[in-house]
């Protein structure tokens, strides 16, 4: 079973940068796939980014192409979210989340372990 802590969530204004970070336990890290998604009021959770089991591979959704960056560190069991250019379309609770082996798609069904979520709030 693995546990998923995120933290670094906050309000920050348009175009500034904010860092989530997610800490994991209970399972071997390096055995899984780590994504982030996020949900805002009203809506349904929506994928954000993806990260392959060694680091090799990432995925993004196309509103934060090119703005937000996944990585992760095997040998402290943390994946992180580096935001920039932040927009108010990205206020939202942003959720950690694993799955043991390849990345499946990007459906949240497909995801088998999941964070409390970090409440993210972009003032314009």
């Known amino acids: 079973q693995v546990q998923l802590v995120e933290s670094g969530g906050g309000v920050v204004q348009a175009g500034g940068s904010l860092r989530l970070s997610c800490a994991a336990s209970g399972g071997t890290f390096s055995n899984h796939g780590m994504g982030w998604f996020r949900q805002a009021p009203g809506k349904e959770r929506e994928f954000v980014s993806a990260?392959?089991?060694?680091?090799?591979?990432?995925t993004y959704a196309d509103s934060v192409q090119g703005r937000f960056m996944i990585s992760r560190d095997n040998a402290k069991n943390t994946v992180s979210l580096q935001m920039n250019s932040l927009k108010p379309e990205d206020t939202a609770v942003y959720y950690c989340a694993a799955v043991a082996g390849a990345i499946p798609s990007r459906a949240p069904s497909q995801w088998a372990y999941w964070g409390q979520g970090t409440q993210v709030t972009v003032s314009s």
């Open positions: 990260i392959t089991r060694n680091g090799g591979g990432t």
